[in-house]
């Protein structure tokens, strides 16, 4: 059974941490995912913003541990994983680059036209998460789910984290990306895709609900 690191949401804490991922987006126009001052390096010393990240993404998760590097069933892995005290529902996440090319990459260009596809990048993401949804369901009528994750049945969503929108922008892509994740249904559920900026905005939103609940309390 995977051991997860136990940690409580701390509003305070979540007020830093998305102040610092601010930064890292001004400061930075491009990102690699791993390595010095890369994504998981950062999203690593900020977790709590992983614990907003559920709660903002999953209805009736309350975040109580996570782990990066997290197996799932043992076949695949995701970057970070956050779950509830019980370890009954889930949060997996997939980050990719947040650079030019993370999406979208130039398919052909001529004088009168420049053409897009989607890029690598977004297909390995896209396809590790597609991979997640197919192993859990498989599992899910087997002892798999309750040896690996110490529940006999989990409920789960999977995000995947890429590019940037300056980039969409510039490429008039952005309806394109928009369409497609809206519409990408995998086992009745829906595929989450963000960039980083979204990502960012989602938090902080999400972050002043919370706080905006707790002064009502």
């Known amino acids: 059974m995977i051991e997860m690191i136990g940690l409580k949401l701390d509003l305070r804490q979540a007020h830093a941490d998305l102040a610092a991922l601010d930064k890292l ?45 997290c197996s799932v069933v043992q076949e695949f ?21 947040a650079k030019k090319d993370s999406i979208f990459a130039t398919k052909a260009k001529t004088k009168a036209n420049q053409s897009y596809q989607w890029a690598k990048t977004f297909e390995h993401g896209f396809s590790q998460v597609v991979d997640w949804y197919f192993r859990l369901d498989d599992y899910q009528r087997t002892s798999k ?27 008039g892509l952005s309806q394109r990306f928009e369409w497609r994740r809206k519409y990408t249904v995998i086992n009745s559920q829906h595929l989450h895709c963000f960039t980083f900026d979204e990502l960012a905005r989602e938090l902080r939103g999400h972050y002043d609900t919370l706080i905006d609940l ?3 309390v």
């Open 145 to 171: 789910i309750d040896e690996h994750f110490g529940a006999p049945k989990i409920d789960y969503v999977g995000i995947l984290v890429l590019g940037r929108d300056q980039f969409l922008k510039k490429t």
């Open 214 to 216: 707790a002064e009502t």
């Open 77 to 97: 892995r995701a970057d970070y994983a956050v779950a509830n005290e019980d370890r009954t529902k889930f949060l997996f996440v997939e980050f990719e680059h």
């Open 25 to 69: 987006l001004t400061d930075n126009e491009q990102l690699e995912e791993t390595g010095p001052g890369g994504l998981q390096e950062f999203f690593t010393s900020h977790p709590h913003l992983l614990l907003l990240m559920s709660r903002a993404f999953c209805p009736g998760l309350l975040p109580a541990a996570y782990l990066p590097e």
